[in-house]
């Protein structure tokens, strides 16, 4: 009967993970309730936003990058993909006279690093400093980057950036509060439209309440437009992710044992087989942090709650 069970999740897992891959492989438009968003905008007066020219299912609308400063002087904050000459030309068009004088780097994700030669080959030069959070779970080239620690600051004319450690959509991920305005800079922590994915959901929770402390009065995503009450947004996702924890107890209640595959679709039971992976996934990061907090057991035949 276990064997049977494995084979049967087996083959769902195949068959979610081939129509997820497919979908997304394939997909040539952009999703057209997503807002729309200028090549370049300015968010404040000492913030800009210029879109990375990269738009994809899992980019959305493309990279957000900023420049952040009132002065000669500003602060990149991400770099979007590699070989986006539309984008070098925007930042370019942006910056008129002033000029970078550092790249600040959320996480290791390409979208967000990749572009770094371009902008100091085509831009600012190569004696800026690249700012980003050491990875413990891969190897990068260290003479790129200068690692910096949780609670650094950066800063240049009407600007200081506090380096905050938010572990979770990637281990190596920083936020960045915006000291003068109240406000935060994100990554894909939050984004400005739908919800994020995560390595690790346990420590991903921790960050969301670390942002919270925060009370930032508006959110700068690395996808989708800005925030406009932070303080809200990140409530509503720690709220959605405890509501699913509850399904997935509710799903084990009764001293039943099942799969998370089983799991899954129990919790997503009208949900398409394109969509399928994504949702096995969230649901192996909630046993996982389930888990930890010794709230569930893993079996020989499945996932069991411990009572």
Excluded at 1 to 21: E, G
Excluded at 34 to 54: H, K, M
Excluded at 76 to 94: C, F, H, M, Q, W
Excluded at 152 to 158: S, T, Y
Aim: proline share 4%; glycine share 8%; aromatic share 8%.
């Amino acid at each position: 009967m276990v064997l049977l069970d494995t084979i049967r999740d087996y083959a769902q897992i195949v068959a979610a993970a081939a129509t997820y891959f497919y979908a997304r492989i394939f997909s040539r438009t952009m999703n057209p309730a997503l807002t729309d968003i200028e090549p370049s905008t300015q968010l404040s007066e000492t913030v800009w936003r210029i879109l990375g020219a990269n738009p994809s299912p899992f980019t959305l609308q493309g990279t957000n990058t900023y420049l952040v400063g009132s002065g000669p002087s500003r602060i990149l904050i991400d770099t979007g993909e590699k070989n986006k000459p539309a984008y070098i030309s925007e930042l370019r068009d942006v910056l008129k006279d002033n000029k970078i004088s550092a790249i600040i780097c959320t996480h290791w994700h390409d979208d967000h690093v990749g572009g770094i030669k371009d902008v100091k080959d085509k831009i600012s030069g190569n004696d800026i400093p690249v700012y980003k959070f050491k990875n413990p779970n891969g190897r990068e080239d260290d003479s790129v980057y200068k690692y910096i620690e949780d609670g650094a600051i950066i800063k240049v004319p009407g600007t200081t950036l506090r380096v905050i450690a938010s572990p979770g959509h990637t281990m190596d991920h920083i936020s960045l509060y915006f000291e003068e305005e109240g406000s935060l800079f994100c990554g894909d922590c939050i984004l400005g439209e739908g919800t994020t994915i995560f390595e690790d959901l346990y420590t991903y929770m921790q960050s969301l309440q670390r942002l919270l402390d925060t009370k930032p009065s508006r959110i700068y995503s690395g996808h989708g437009p800005v925030i406009e009450n932070g303080i809200e947004k990140i409530n509503e996702y720690i709220t959605h992710r405890n509501r699913r924890e509850e399904q997935i107890l509710s799903a084990l209640s009764g001293d039943k044992t099942l799969s998370a595959m089983e799991i899954t679709n129990v919790v997503y039971p009208t949900l398409s087989w394109s969509m399928k992976l994504g949702a096995l996934n969230n649901v192996n990061q909630h046993l996982t942090k389930l888990i930890k907090e010794k709230k569930v057991i893993k079996t020989g035949r499945g996932y069991q709650i411990i009572n």
